[in-house]
């Protein structure tokens, strides 16, 4: 496992980031404790409160999940009943820290913030993640990704790329990331390998 990525650095940080700056709020001494027990090996104990003990076995359990299989646990598929009832949890454990991100203390935000595993918008995370690939492939190459039957991963960047310019088209991509294709663009005219929606 990568150390940066341990429980116990990752706590590490949280910590000396959540002291850096007073905190108005004594809940995120409770969650601090609780996650300093379980990065000692310790059974995350009641004594730091019952929902930071309940809150950080859950981000402990979705982190492990992301370090064993790779991906975030996913809250839904095409076909439920395919999706593991743990895996299912741990996926709305997460869209719930979303959503109510306004009721989390100081402490459990940065712990989110450092998490390897968690993304607070995970389709911009996977967009970002889609463009990084896309354009490091055209600098790499010197060409774009084509829709090749025989490379999975060129065949995905060029169907992706040829998605947003269809959204670009009618106008429906947001500003930043239409800025960003218009990078791409530029880049893709000066190399004089423009590929066109199919």
Known sequence: MNRT???????????ELWLAEPDPGPRSAHY????????NGD??????????????????????FWRENGRTPRERTRNLATLPGDERRRG??????????VTLCR???????LSPAFEWDPQEHIWQKNYAAYLHHLQLTGNPPYLNG????EFALGRWFNRQLRQLQIDAQPKNRADQL?????LLSTTGAISHPR
């Open 32 to 39: 601090a404790k609780a996650d300093e027990d379980g990065t």
């Open 92 to 101: 709305e454990w997460a869209r719930y820290q979303r959503r109510f991100e």
């Open 107 to 113: 402490y459990q935000i940065i712990r989110l913030d």
């Open 182 to 186: 218009a990078v791409l663009l530029a």
């Open 150 to 153: 025989a490379d999975p991963v």
């Open 5 to 15: 990525n341990s429980r116990e650095h990752l706590y590490v940080k949280a910590r």
């Open 43 to 64: 059974t995350v104990r009641a004594a730091a409160g019952k929902w930071a003990v309940n809150w950080v076995s859950a981000l402990y359990g979705y982190e492990d």
